[in-house]
C-alpha cells in the first residue's frame, strides 16, 4: 500500500471514531434523531411513479416546446396533478423567478403556493378600469417588477376568471412590458373546467361572463387540449352519471341512479356534508363539536409576511382557529403521506392528545391531536406551513394544523378534493355546475348521499355547452389533421415526412435536393475497371 493509500485508511478510520455510537457530534446527533423521527412517523416507501396519459404527454411536450397551453378537463382527470409537474419544469426551464403561480381564489393559489391573480397583478377589487390598473401598477415599484421579470403566468380554476378581467390582464401585460404581441409576449398556462364553478361577481359592463369570451382568448394559447381520461372514479355508470351532469343532460338511468343515491334516513356519520354557503358550514360543525362533551383544545395559527397576504393566508383551507376534542370528526387539507393514503381530503376521529415539542406557538396545552383515519391509519398530526411565493422568494406563510372540522364542508372549498363519503341536499345547490362540483368529490356510488333531489337543480350554462362543443370540433379536426399528416408507413421506404408549418414549436424546414449533384457526388472517384473486377470475382 503507497503513502496515499495509507493517508486515505487512516483518515476513514478517524471518521469512524468521529461519529461512532458513543462519541458522535452533537450535529450529527441532532440530525439522526430528527431523521428517526421522520422515519417513525412516515415510514419510507417507493414513491409510485406518474404513467401519463397521451394527452397529458402532449401537454408536456407542448411545454417544454414553449407553447402557452390551456388545460382542461372534468373533474377526476389529474389536473392539478398535471399542472404541479408542469410548473416544476417550467422552473427548472425559465428559474424560479420568471415563473409566478396564481389562482382567482385564496384557496387555489394556496394548494399551488402561489398567489391570488389580483395579487400578482398588483391591483385591488375596486375598480374595473384598466387605466387606473395600469397606473396603480407602474406607481407600484413590485408589482411592476413582476410583470417585467415574468416569462411565464400559470393561472388555475380559470373558469372563475370573468371575461373583463382576462381582457385587462391582457392588455395591462402588453403596456407594462411595451411589446404589441399577446400578452407582451408573456407565456400562458391556465387550467380549470367551465363546467365547474363560474366566475366569481362578474361584472359584465361587456356582455361577457367567461374567459373564454373575451376578444384575446384564442390568440392567448398556442394549444387548447382536454383531458378525458377519469381516475377518480372507477364504475362506468358513476362515470357516465357525473358526465351527464356535467352537461345538464339526464337520461333515465341517470335518473335512476340518483334516485338510489336518496336518502330518506338519517345520512352515515362518517359522511362529509357539503353545503353552497359557509354560514350552513360553521353552523354544522359548531353544533357537532358543542354536542361532545370533552375537553376543548384551540390551535390558533402563526403567520408572517404583510397585512394583504396574510388575508389571502386566512382564505384558504387552513383555519384561524382550530377547535379540537376528542371525537371530533376532521378532514386532512394537505398531502402527508401519499403511498399510505394520508392525502388531501382524508377523513378521521380524534383519538387523543399528547404533549409534544413545537406545538406551545398554536395551543396553550403543548398538545397535538392524534388521528384515527378512516382507512386505519394512525397518527400524531404536526403542524405544517402554508406558503406564499413569488418566484423563488417567501413572501408570506402560515404554521397551522393541516386539519379542518369534516362534519360539514362548503362546495367551493371542496372544488379539487377527494372524498370518500359525502352527503348533500340539493334543494339549497345554486347556480350552473355546483350540484356537478358536489357529486364529483366522491369516488363510489354506494358512498354518494343525496337529500331534496330536484332534476332542475342540475343545469349547465348554455355558453360553457356553446363553448365545448366547439371546443370538441376543434379538437376532432385536429386528430384529423395530425393523421393526415403523417407519412404512410413503409419498411422499404427510409425516406422521413418534412414537418409542416402546423406542427407545434417547430419552425417551417426545407430541404433543397438537386440530382444532379446528388449523381456527380455518388460518381466521384468511381472505378469502372474496380466495379467490372468485383462483379466478376463474384461470379
Given at each position: 500500500?503507497?503513502?496515499?493509500?495509507?493517508?486515505?485508511?487512516?483518515?476513514?478510520?478517524?471518521?469512524?471514531?468521529?461519529?461512532?455510537?458513543?462519541?458522535?457530534?452533537?450535529?450529527?446527533?441532532?440530525?439522526?434523531?430528527?431523521?428517526?423521527?421522520?422515519?417513525?412517523?412516515?415510514?419510507?416507501?417507493?414513491?409510485?411513479?406518474?404513467?401519463?396519459?397521451?394527452?397529458?404527454?402532449?401537454?408536456?411536450?407542448?411545454?417544454?416546446?414553449?407553447?402557452?397551453?390551456?388545460?382542461?378537463?372534468?373533474?377526476?382527470?389529474?389536473?392539478?396533478?398535471?399542472?404541479?409537474?408542469?410548473?416544476?419544469?417550467?422552473?427548472?426551464?425559465?428559474?424560479?423567478?420568471?415563473?409566478?403561480?396564481?389562482?382567482?381564489?385564496?384557496?387555489?393559489?394556496?394548494?399551488?403556493?402561489?398567489?391570488?391573480?389580483?395579487?400578482?397583478?398588483?391591483?385591488?377589487?375596486?375598480?374595473?378600469?384598466?387605466e387606473i390598473m395600469l397606473d396603480w401598477i407602474l406607481g407600484d415599484r413590485r408589482a411592476y417588477r413582476r410583470w417585467i421579470m415574468a416569462e411565464v403566468l400559470v393561472i388555475d380554476e380559470i373558469s372563475m376568471v370573468d371575461a373583463d378581467f382576462f381582457e385587462n390582464l391582457e392588455y395591462i401585460s402588453r403596456k407594462v412590458r411595451q411589446c404589441d404581441k399577446?400578452?407582451?409576449?408573456?407565456?400562458?398556462?391556465?387550467?380549470?373546467?367551465?363546467?365547474?364553478?363560474?366566475?366569481?361577481?362578474?361584472?359584465?359592463?361587456?356582455?361577457?361572463?367567461?374567459?373564454?369570451?373575451?376578444?384575446?382568448?384564442?390568440?392567448?394559447?398556442?394549444?387548447?387540449?382536454?383531458?378525458?381520461?377519469?381516475?377518480?372514479?372507477?364504475?362506468?355508470?358513476?362515470?357516465?352519471?357525473?358526465?351527464?351532469?356535467?352537461?345538464?343532460?339526464?337520461?333515465?338511468?341517470?335518473?335512476?341512479?340518483?334516485?338510489?343515491?336518496?336518502?330518506?334516513?338519517?345520512?352515515?356519520?362518517?359522511?362529509?356534508?357539503?353545503?353552497?354557503?359557509?354560514?350552513?358550514?360553521?353552523?354544522?360543525?359548531?353544533?357537532?363539536?358543542?354536542?361532545?362533551?370533552?375537553?376543548?383544545?384551540?390551535?390558533?395559527?402563526?403567520?408572517?409576511?404583510?397585512?394583504?397576504?396574510?388575508?389571502?393566508?386566512?382564505?384558504?383551507?387552513?383555519?384561524?382557529?382550530?377547535?379540537?376534542?376528542?371525537?371530533?370528526?376532521?378532514?386532512?387539507?394537505?398531502?402527508?403521506?401519499?403511498?399510505?393514503?394520508?392525502?388531501?381530503?382524508?377523513?378521521?376521529?380524534?383519538?387523543?392528545?399528547?404533549?409534544?415539542?413545537?406545538?406551545?406557538?398554536?395551543?396553550?396545552?403543548?398538545?397535538?391531536?392524534?388521528?384515527?383515519?378512516?382507512?386505519?391509519?394512525?397518527?400524531?398530526?404536526?403542524?405544517?406551513?402554508?406558503?406564499?411565493?413569488?418566484?423563488?422568494?417567501?413572501?408570506?406563510?402560515?404554521?397551522?394544523?393541516?386539519?379542518?372540522?369534516?362534519?360539514?364542508?362548503?362546495?367551493?372549498?371542496?372544488?379539487?378534493?377527494?372524498?370518500?363519503?359525502?352527503?348533500?341536499?340539493?334543494?339549497?345547490?345554486?347556480?350552473?355546475?355546483?350540484?356537478?362540483?358536489?357529486?364529483?368529490?366522491?369516488?363510489?356510488?354506494?358512498?354518494?348521499?343525496?337529500?331534496?333531489?330536484?332534476?332542475?337543480?342540475?343545469?349547465?350554462?348554455?355558453?360553457?355547452?356553446?363553448?365545448?362543443?366547439?371546443?370538441?370540433?376543434?379538437?376532432?379536426?385536429?386528430?384529423?389533421?395530425?393523421?393526415?399528416?403523417?407519412?404512410?408507413?413503409?419498411?422499404?421506404?427510409?425516406?422521413?415526412?418534412?414537418?409542416?408549418?402546423?406542427?407545434?414549436?417547430?419552425?417551417?424546414?426545407?430541404?433543397?435536393?438537386?440530382?444532379?449533384?446528388?449523381?456527380?457526388?455518388?460518381?466521384?472517384?468511381?472505378?469502372?475497371?474496380?466495379?467490372?473486377?468485383?462483379?466478376?470475382?463474384?461470379?
Open positions: 500500500m503507497g503513502f496515499m493509500g495509507m493517508r486515505y485508511l487512516v483518515t476513514a478510520i478517524a471518521v469512524c471514531r468521529n461519529y461512532s455510537t458513543n462519541g458522535r457530534s452533537k450535529v450529527f446527533e441532532k440530525g439522526y434523531k430528527s431523521k428517526a423521527k421522520y422515519k417513525k412517523k412516515y415510514p419510507r416507501n417507493p414513491i409510485p411513479r406518474i404513467k401519463w396519459t397521451d394527452e397529458q404527454k402532449k401537454v408536456l411536450d407542448c411545454i417544454s416546446r414553449g407553447c402557452s397551453v390551456f388545460i382542461t378537463g372534468s373533474a377526476g382527470t389529474g389536473k392539478s396533478v398535471l399542472l404541479k409537474n408542469v410548473i416544476h419544469r417550467l422552473r427548472k426551464q425559465h428559474g424560479k423567478n420568471a415563473v409566478f403561480v396564481t389562482a382567482p381564489t385564496g384557496v387555489a393559489a394556496c394548494a399551488l403556493k402561489g398567489q391570488t391573480l389580483h395579487s400578482f397583478a398588483g391591483i385591488g377589487y375596486t375598480t374595473r378600469d384598466r399577446v400578452w407582451g409576449g408573456l407565456k400562458l398556462v391556465a387550467s380549470g373546467d367551465f363546467f365547474q364553478l363560474p366566475p366569481i361577481n362578474p361584472q359584465n359592463s361587456s356582455g361577457k361572463e367567461f374567459a373564454f369570451e373575451s376578444d384575446c382568448w384564442d390568440s392567448s394559447f398556442d394549444v387548447q387540449i382536454e383531458l378525458t381520461e377519469v381516475f377518480r372514479q372507477s364504475e362506468p355508470r358513476l362515470i357516465k352519471l357525473l358526465q351527464d351532469i356535467r352537461k345538464g343532460q339526464l337520461d333515465p338511468d341517470d335518473l335512476e341512479l340518483l334516485e338510489k343515491s336518496c336518502s330518506v334516513i338519517q345520512p352515515d356519520p362518517s359522511a362529509i356534508q357539503l353545503y353552497p354557503r359557509i354560514d350552513d358550514v360553521n353552523r354544522a360543525n359548531e353544533e357537532k363539536i358543542k354536542a361532545l362533551s370533552k375537553r376543548k383544545t384551540v390551535y390558533r395559527a402563526s403567520d408572517t409576511g404583510n397585512d394583504a397576504l396574510k388575508r389571502q393566508l386566512s382564505k384558504g383551507l387552513a383555519s384561524d382557529k382550530l377547535v379540537l376534542c376528542e371525537g371530533a370528526r376532521v378532514m386532512l387539507i394537505k398531502n402527508l403521506n401519499v403511498w399510505h393514503g394520508l392525502v388531501n381530503g382524508s377523513t378521521g376521529t380524534v383519538l387523543r392528545f399528547e404533549v409534544a415539542d413545537g406545538a406551545a406557538h398554536l395551543a396553550r396545552d403543548n398538545v397535538l391531536p392524534v388521528v384515527k383515519f378512516d382507512s386505519g391509519k394512525e397518527i400524531l398530526i404536526e403542524p405544517e406551513t402554508w406558503s406564499i411565493m413569488e418566484g423563488g422568494s417567501l413572501l408570506a406563510s402560515r404554521e397551522q394544523l393541516p386539519l379542518v372540522l369534516a362534519w360539514a364542508i362548503s362546495i367551493h372549498k371542496c372544488q379539487g378534493l377527494t372524498l370518500d363519503n359525502i352527503h348533500t341536499d340539493l334543494s339549497r345547490a345554486f347556480g350552473c355546475g355546483m350540484v356537478y362540483v358536489a357529486l364529483s368529490r366522491v369516488r363510489k356510488l354506494e358512498n354518494l348521499h343525496i337529500s331534496g333531489f330536484c332534476p332542475k337543480r342540475i343545469k349547465a350554462h348554455h355558453k360553457v355547452l356553446q363553448f365545448n362543443k366547439h371546443f370538441a370540433q376543434e379538437q376532432d379536426k385536429q386528430v384529423k389533421d395530425e393523421c393526415w399528416s403523417q407519412p404512410e408507413k413503409d419498411s422499404s421506404s427510409s425516406t422521413h415526412a418534412i414537418p409542416d408549418k402546423t406542427t407545434i414549436g417547430l419552425e417551417e424546414t426545407r430541404h433543397e435536393f438537386s440530382l444532379k449533384e446528388f449523381l456527380s457526388s455518388r460518381l466521384r472517384g468511381f472505378s469502372l475497371k474496380k466495379f467490372l473486377g468485383s462483379r466478376f470475382q463474384a461470379k
